[in-house]
């Protein structure tokens, strides 16, 4: 599975942005897809989760309530909005796909994974 991330950028706090991953090579929907940030000098962390169908979701606690995970299966493709964007939210995001049969909440339990984008959060 190839993935590609795009979507991020500078906004200022309050703003959004929406993240894309374009997946080919496999047959997508039957990939967990992960979202995941590392801010500088800090973990690697999940941001949100979503398994195959879409009905299953997973959100950290710090951005529960303003990012939203979602996937088109038709089109290969898994999106992270995010609203009400803070500082802290600055990181390298990078999205991951993993052939489970469950939400996998750690890094190792994903085999394929994206180049990142950059998100930057002015103050």
């Known amino acids: 599975v190839q993935l590609q991330a795009s979507g991020g950028g500078l906004v200022q706090a309050g703003g959004s942005l929406r993240l894309s991953c374009a997946a080919s090579?496999?047959?997508?929907?039957?990939?967990?897809m992960g979202w995941f940030r590392q801010a500088a000098g800090k973990e690697r962390e999940l941001v949100a989760g979503?398994?195959?169908?879409?009905?299953?979701?997973y959100y950290a606690d710090s951005v529960k309530g303003r990012f939203t995970i979602s996937r088109d299966n038709a089109k290969n493709t898994v999106y992270l909005q995010m609203n009400s964007l803070k500082p802290e939210d600055t990181a390298v995001y990078y999205c991951?796909?993993?052939?489970?049969?469950?939400?996998?909440?750690?890094?190792?339990?994903?085999?394929?994974w994206g180049q990142g984008t950059q998100v930057t959060v002015s103050s």
């Open positions: 991951a796909a993993g052939d489970r049969r469950y939400m996998p909440l750690s890094g190792h339990q994903y085999d394929y």
């Open positions: 979503i398994r195959g169908s879409g009905v299953t979701t």
């Open positions: 090579g496999q047959t997508f929907s039957n990939y967990v």
